[in-house]
Each structure stands twice: as C-alpha cells, then as structure tokens.
C-alpha cells in the first residue's frame, strides 16, 4: 500500500506540474466522493432511475442519468425528467429509493479502497465524505460497508448546496479546522472536480466512475487517475 507511483505510470495523469501547495504527502485531509469514488454503485444508481422513471411514464438513457450523478437526487430528476410535474418527481424519488435499498447488497467498495482508507488513518490523515447522497442513504451505506469509524466527518447534499456548490467542503474545512491548502478531494463526476475547482482546492479526478476520462480532463483537476488501485498508490505513497 506504500509503493510509489510515478508520473510516467500510465495509470496515473498530472495534467501540468503540481505546485508546491498540490504535493499529497502534506495533505492531512482527505475528502471523498462516495458513489463511483468509493463504492461500486454507478450500475445500480443507474438501473434503479430507469426503474423509476419507467414506472411512471418516463425514459431516459444509460449516460444521461451517469451525467446527473453527483447533483442531489432531486436535481437529477429534474434534469433528468424536466416534464414531469411536482408529483411525479416525488414519486419518481420513491420509487428510486425504494429499489436502490433493496438492492443495495450489491454495492461493495472497490478493490483496495478499504486498505487505502485503513492505510491513510494510520499515517494520521484526517477522512471526511461529500456525498450527493440523503443523510439516510450516506448512514445506511457507511453501516453496511463498516466503513463509518474511518470518517471525522461526512455531509450530504440534503444538509449542504448541491454540487458543484462548494458548500459541503467549506463545511468540513470549518469543522475538521483545516485550510483549503490542506485538503485534497476525490471524485468520479464533473461536478466533483468543478466544486474542489471553485474553492482552488486540489482534487483528483478518477476514471473509473461516471464520467469519461475525456469529461474529466476538461475539468483541468490537479491529478487523473485510471483505477482504484492507481488512487490507493497515489495517495498512500
């Protein structure tokens, strides 16, 4: 979990030379993404919003609902289905949450997120999550995954602005006491990248989750990386 990786690595993208003040080793915290980021759930978000939608009338594709992953769930169905009316969405958000949490066992961690987090606790680094997520759907999957005690702080999109509002990383700054300088965030989607971006934060873009590599680097973050195992090399080196 300690190996290096390098810039010549073809897992891993530096899109110009970090600055001093973008060097991972002097970040003591580590704010992440959840979906796609941490957890294995793209695939089941995505069919449990066509079940959804389906249920009550409405279509969409496979990458339209991959582009609204990381809003809120309410922004997303409204992007998603801009004519369904006040009732519908509601309705469309039931039904979504419903199936979601019945399947939800089919959510792991990726391979080796787990140890990286386990790995980055031990070297003192501080943990924190800004999810898209309810608040009661962040609980039910840090309880399921056992992950809660790794984390000084989570928060959602329910108790904080929606990405791309960087609201949620201001919050966890505030209480964890750190400084934008100090802080590095991960995430899979656009929006997570246009957040870190508009608080100048550090952040690192990884390819594995909803958007596109070529979606990803348009959004200039400070490092790319292919895999969860490129992540866990980057960031415990």
Not at 3 to 29: G, I, M, N, V
Not at 79 to 94: G, K, M, N, R
Not at 158 to 176: C, F, H, N, V
Request: net charge negative.
């Amino acid at each position: 979990m300690t190996a290096s990786l390098t810039t010549d690595t073809p897992e891993l993208t530096q899109h110009s030379q970090p600055a001093d003040e973008h060097r991972l080793s002097d970040k003591t915290l580590v704010i992440f993404d959840w979906d796609g980021t941490l957890m294995d759930s793209i695939g089941l978000i995505v069919d449990s919003m066509h079940v959804a939608g389906e249920a009550h009338g409405f279509e969409t594709t496979d990458k339209a609902v991959k582009d609204i992953i990381g809003l809120s769930l309410m922004n997303g169905i409204e992007i998603l289905y801009p004519y369904a009316d006040e009732s519908q969405t509601l309705a469309i958000q039931q039904t979504y949450a419903e199936y979601y949490i019945a399947n939800s066992h089919c959510t792991p961690l990726f391979e080796p997120i787990e140890d990286m987090l386990q790995t980055l606790q031990e070297q003192g680094k501080k943990l924190a999550v800004a999810t898209g997520k309810k608040r009661k759907g962040l609980d039910r999957v840090l309880d399921a995954s056992d992950s809660r005690d790794y984390f000084v702080m989570t928060r959602c999109a329910d108790e904080s602005g929606s990405k791309p509002d960087p609201q949620m990383l201001t919050d966890i700054l505030d209480y964890t006491q750190q400084q934008i300088s100090d802080a590095v965030f991960i995430g899979d989607s656009i929006y997570d990248i246009q957040m870190a971006t508009k608080l100048g934060m550090t952040s690192i873009a990884v390819n594995y989750g909803t958007a596109t590599s070529a979606e990803l680097a348009e959004q200039n973050p400070t490092y790319q990386v292919d895999t969860p195992q490129a992540l866990a090399k980057l960031l415990c080196a």
